[in-house]
């Protein structure tokens, strides 16, 4: 009887551990990593989903600025729609080998701060998933894979159902000015699904930003061989505002939002003050949805050849430190709240920050966590509005009765028109 205690016991272990694990997500693990880019190839900063079995990679770069000699692996881990491992073993969805090491490698020329850029395309000759899914991109140093040094998500579809959708104003009347509401229909015919209600779900996210996903487990309704998700309550996105930009393509001359550039030992940038847009009307501005390009127009190759700049912000939030803190957020930091993007309160009532950044074109915003709730707001210093042209990413995934792993098995971006 103790024996089968202890043996239950034993197996509880580790499902319980595996519970309490956090979702992947993409993240970085070590100061000295930065400039974080992992696209398709066909084009810098779009959304990292490709086709399984076809001819297109997905591009991983970084700079490392330790200055050191430094051996980096990297590994896929396939996971369900939820970014948790699936029961899978890596034999089951990598073909040929398990791991690789990143030997496409170049050392910094001409720049003031010293770095080596690393770059990897997926699938090549060594890695290539086999199945189609959500996959985690890990990158670890000396071969040992507890000395994470980033992680990303990436997206391999296996098109096997037919998407349509649409962008509309809010049904809720209170929030038609702000809100975008996303109406889509799938149609599963030659899917062997047993329970559209429980085979199927589709996550529908915002400029490519997990934190603002939905996931949809069931559809409003049924039709044949379509799943209609169309309720009014659902599926109802905050417009949000336009991103912010600077532009640092070149540091011999003052772009648009900068205010002076220093050059001594480092390159020093002081942007132009940042005003709270929380306002009662939208204002067109063209941004590029969060993301950032990496751009040296005064050299032949960025990735070697671009300097890095220590960006200074300010911000008159009009909100003081009694009531909240503000972080700076994009894709190039992940859209992450932590001390390296919070901004420190002055005693003349601003915001500030300063952000080591590569020369490039960068999207951005201010998000505010008031210190009543502890929530974050994205709206409460950036505005709200429906007109506000933002991309969606709708992806559907499948799980046949009875298997391990979830497919997916459907993608579709969708941009709401300018006004």
């Known amino acids: ?211 603002t996903g939905i996931m949809n487990n069931k559809p409003t309704y049924i039709r044949g061989t379509q799943l209609v998700y169309n309720d009014v309550n659902i599926n109802d996105f905050a417009g949000r505002n336009e991103f912010r930009h600077f532009d640092t393509r070149t540091l011999k001359l003052n772009s648009e939002r900068i205010s002076k550039i220093y050059k001594d030992t480092a390159n020093t940038v002081m942007l132009l003050g940042d005003p709270n847009r929380n306002l009662p009307n939208y204002t067109l501005l063209y941004d590029i949805d969060g993301k950032f390009f990496i751009i040296n127009q005064d050299g032949n190759d960025p990735r070697r050849d671009a300097d890095y700049a220590y960006m200074y912000f300010t911000l008159a939030a009009n909100k003081s430190q009694a009531e909240g803190t503000a972080y700076i957020v994009g894709q190039f930091n992940d859209y992450k709240l932590d001390d390296n993007s919070k901004l420190t309160y002055d005693d003349r009532g601003r915001w500030y920050t300063n952000l080591l950044l590569k020369q490039g ?34 992806l559907v995934y499948y799980r046949q009765t009875g298997a391990r792993y979830e497919q997916l098995v459907g993608y579709n971006m969708l941009t709401t028109q300018r006004h």
């Open 1 to 211: 009887m103790m024996k089968s205690f202890l043996l239950s016991l034993f197996l509880l272990i580790p499902i319980a551990c595996f519970a309490q694990n956090p979702p992947f997500d993409n993240s970085i693990y070590r100061h000295e990593i930065k400039s974080v880019e992992f696209y398709n190839s066909k084009k810098p900063a779009s959304f990292p989903v490709i086709e399984l079995g076809g001819r297109e990679t997905v591009t991983l770069g970084f700079d490392d600025l330790s200055g050191a000699s430094r051996t980096f692996n990297y590994t896929l881990q396939h996971c369900d729609a939820n970014w948790r491992p699936s029961n899978l073993s890596p034999s089951e969805y990598l073909e040929s080998f398990t791991d690789d090491r990143i030997n496409d490698y170049t050392y910094s020329s001409g720049t003031f701060q010293k770095y080596t850029h690393y770059e990897v395309k997926i699938p090549n000759r060594n890695i290539i998933p086999k199945i189609s899914g959500n996959y985690i991109l890990k990158v670890y140093e000396d071969g040992d894979p507890a000395k994470l040094i980033l992680t990303r998500r990436l997206y391999v579809v296996d098109k096997r159902v037919s998407v349509s959708a649409n962008i509309i104003a809010s049904n809720n009347v209170s929030a038609r000015r702000t809100n975008q509401k996303v109406n889509f229909t799938i149609d599963y015919t030659g899917l062997p699904v047993q329970n559209p209600n429980t085979d199927i779900r589709a996550f529908l996210m915002q400029n490519a930003r997990p934190e």
């Open 361 to 394: 074109v960068y999207d951005y915003q201010y998000v505010w966590v008031s210190n009543a709730t502890r929530q974050p707001d994205d709206t409460a210093l950036e505005g709200n509005y429906f007109e506000t042209e933002n991309e969606y990413q709708l």
